[in-house]
T-cell receptor, first 114, second 111 residues
Framework: DTAVSQTPKYLVTQMGNDKSIKCEQN?????MYWYKQDSKKFLKIMFS???????INETVPNRFSPKSPDKAHLNLHINSLELGDSAVYFC?????????????FGPGTRLTVT | SQKIEQNSEALNIQEGKTATLTCNYT??????LQWYRQDPGRGPVFLLL?????KEKRKERLKVTFDTTLKQSLFHITASQPADSATYLC??????????FGQGTELSVKP
C-alpha cells in the first residue's frame, strides 16, 4: 500500500496557467506538508497542516494556496505559474507537527513551466 | 535562523568500507536531528532520529552520533554496499516544529 501518494507525477505547463497537485496519505497522520526541491536539491518547507489547520506558512508567494479538505488530503493549487516555479514538489506527512516524529514523503511531482 | 552544512562534494568509497557523512549546524542545538536517504527521482526516506540527550543511535549497519558541543552529527554506514549509493539528507527541527534540511551529500559506493 502506498503511504503518501501524489498526482500527477509530472506536470508540464505554460507560464500563466493555473495547476493543482493532489496529495493523500493513508497512515492516519495528523500533519501534512508541502516541500519544494529546487535544481540544487535544497528541500524547503512551504506549508504544513495539522488536522486541516494551517500551522506553517513559509515565505511563499500567495499564488500558492494549499487546501486540506480532511486530514488525509492536502492539495496545492498554483495560480499564474512562472518559470521559477519549476521544481519538484513533495508532499509529506508525520504523526504530529512537533518535529519529534519522522516524515513520510510522497514520490514527488516534477513541475516544468515553459 | 538555523543553517545546516553538509559536504557538498560527493563521497566516493569502496564497497566494504565505512562511509562517514557530516552534518554541521550553526545555531542552537535542536531537540531532534534526523537523517534521510533520497534516491534519484524519489522522495526522501527516513532513516534515523536522534535526540539531543542521545550521543549515539544505531540501526543495523547505520550509526548516527550527535555532538551538541561541536554542533555536529555524523552518519556512518558500515560495510557499505553499492545499494547504499544515494543522497543523504540531514534535517533539524526548528521553531514551530518545522524541519530544516541540509543540501545533502551524495554517496557513491563502488564495487
Amino acid at each position: 500500500d502506498t503511504a503518501v501518494s501524489q498526482t500527477p507525477k509530472y506536470l508540464v505547463t505554460q507560464m500563466g496557467n493555473d495547476k493543482s497537485i493532489k496529495c493523500e496519505q493513508n497512515l492516519g497522520h495528523d500533519t501534512m506538508y508541502w516541500y519544494k526541491q529546487d535544481s540544487k536539491k535544497f528541500l524547503k518547507i512551504m506549508f504544513s497542516y495539522n488536522n486541516k489547520e494551517l500551522i506553517i506558512n513559509e515565505t511563499v508567494p500567495n499564488r500558492f494556496s494549499p487546501k486540506s479538505p480532511d486530514k488525509a488530503h492536502l492539495n496545492l493549487h498554483i495560480n499564474s505559474l512562472e518559470l521559477g516555479d519549476s521544481a519538484v514538489y513533495f508532499c509529506a506527512s508525520s504523526q504530529d507537527g512537533a518535529g519529534s516524529y519522522e516524515q513520510y514523503f510522497g514520490p514527488g511531482t516534477r513541475l516544468t513551466v515553459t | 535562523s538555523q543553517k545546516i552544512e553538509q559536504n557538498s562534494e560527493a563521497l566516493n568509497i569502496q564497497e566494504g568500507k565505512t562511509a562517514t557523512l557530516t552534518c554541521n549546524y550553526t545555531n542552537y542545538s535542536p531537540a531532534y536531528l534526523q537523517w534521510y536517504r533520497q534516491d534519484p527521482g524519489r522522495g526522501p526516506v527516513f532513516l534515523l532520529l536522534i535526540r539531543e540527550n542521545e550521543k549515539e543511535k544505531r540501526k543495523e549497519r547505520l550509526k548516527v552520533t550527535f555532538d551538541t558541543t561541536l554542533k555536529q552529527s555524523l552518519f556512518h554506514i558500515t560495510a557499505s554496499q553499492p545499494a547504499d549509493s544515494a543522497t543523504y539528507l540531514c534535517a533539524l527541527r526548528e521553531g514551530g516544529g518545522k524541519l530544516i534540511f541540509g543540501q545533502g551529500t551524495e554517496l557513491s559506493v563502488k564495487p
